[in-house]
Each structure stands twice: as C-alpha cells, then as structure tokens.
C-alpha cells in the first residue's frame, strides 16, 4: 500500500464551485499533516496544516479522520488562481524526532472561467 | 517575509561531474531537509540535518551524496559522480522546528 494515496485527477471545475480533495495515509502512527500547493515547476508551498478537530483558513477547510486514516481539503468559491497541484503531506517519524515529509503525488485542480 | 533560498536555479553537468547545490535557510530555523522531485514524480525526502549531523536520510541518499553546513547561513548538497538519474529538481527546506517546513524554489539539475 502507498503511503500517501490522492486521486491525481485533473478536477476541471467553473470557477465559484466547491471542491474537495481526498487523501488516505498508510502509517497509523503519523502524527503531523498538511496541505501543499504546488504550482506548476515550482516548489511545495504550504497552505494549511490539517489538525484532529478540523480547520479553516478563509475558503479552505481541512478534516482529519485518524481512524480512517484519511484527510480531506474543501475549496469554497474556487478562483482561476487555484489552479495547482494539491500535495497531500504527511510527517513520518515519532514524538520529538525530526522526521521527514512524505508526499502524495498531488491533485492537480483546474479552474476555468 | 523569510524565504529559503536556492542557487543556481538551473545547473547542466556532464555525467560523472560533481554538483554542489546551495541553499540558505530561513535564518532563525533549526532543522534542514533536502528533497528531490523526478519530472512528473512526487516529491521524495533525500536527508534532514539538525546540529551539524544527519538525523535521516532515505535509502536514495547513497554514497554519491553529502551534505554540508559549512558556515552559519549555507546548506549545502553534493552530489560526487552525477548520473543520468539524477536529473531533477531538488528542493532544500526548513524548519523552526520539528513541525511546518519551507521549500526553496529549488534548482533544476539536468545531467547529459
């Protein structure tokens, strides 16, 4: 099983629309999630991390649900700058280490007028 | 607002040739990360770094590789013998601390 799973899509959605975005993660132990942005040939650009109780930033929301292992993102209202590939990022290692991000391979999000 | 940032942004090498990509963290982060991202691939972990030592590194960061902090604001990766695999963008991060990490715009290395 991969580590981190998302639907690579393309998602075409007009803009105004609400979309949502799926990830499932392999290690039950993960402790630390997030959301990247990823511009095309760009670097990962933070956008939220994702916390147990949900969280909201503006039009973007971000679940956690530790026993199906799953996170989700919700984009309210989409705008033509959404356009970009949404990592879903989990952080590997235990308590105080430093640990590494492991990456999905993105979900790519195209806006159209 | 602090940026990591990279130089070169693009560097061409000859298979066989050394590379030494640069990176200056944000400066009041601790904890540093290099990162690799095949075209079309995702984003893989290469090493982290903390107190001038290595604290992981991925089965990909093999002898070829090394990294450097070689004064207080550079961050450095070296790759000794590049080959046609190596061919990549290569993002260095950082951290405050063991949470949120920072990517640079990273540099394109395309090996002939």
């Known amino acids: 099983r991969k580590e981190v799973e998302q639907d690579p899509g393309p998602f075409n959605v007009p803009e105004g629309a609400t979309v949502a975005f799926n990830c499932t993660y392999s290690?039950?132990?993960?402790?630390?999630f997030f959301w990247y942005r990823q511009d095309c040939r760009k670097e990962p650009k933070l956008l939220m991390s994702v916390y147990s109780s949900g969280n909201e930033d503006g039009r973007f929301t971000a679940q956690l649900n530790r026993a199906s292992q799953y996170i989700s993102l919700l984009i309210r209202d989409s705008k033509l700058s959404d356009s970009a590939t949404y990592l879903c990022?989990?952080?590997?290692?235990?308590?105080?280490?430093?640990?590494?991000?492991?990456f999905g391979k993105g979900t790519k999000l195209s806006v159209k007028p | 607002e602090p940026e990591v940032t990279q130089t070169p942004s693009h560097q061409v090498t000859q298979m066989g040739q050394e590379v030494i990509l640069r990176c200056v963290p944000i400066s009041n982060h601790l904890y540093f990360y290099w990162y690799r991202q095949i075209l079309g691939q995702k984003v893989e972990f290469l090493v982290s770094f903390y107190n001038n030592e290595i604290s992981e590194k991925s089965e990909i960061f093999d002898d070829q590789f090394s990294v450097e902090r070689p004064d207080g604001s550079n961050f450095t990766l070296k790759i000794r013998s590049t080959k046609l695999e190596d061919s990549a963008m290569y993002f260095c991060?950082?951290?405050?601390?063991?949470?949120?990490?920072?990517f640079g715009p990273g540099t394109r290395l395309t090996v002939t």
């Open positions: 290690n039950s132990a993960s402790q630390s």
């Open positions: 990022v989990v952080k590997s290692g235990y308590g105080g280490s430093q640990g590494n991000l492991i």
């Open positions: 991060a950082s951290s405050p601390d063991l949470y949120e990490q920072y």
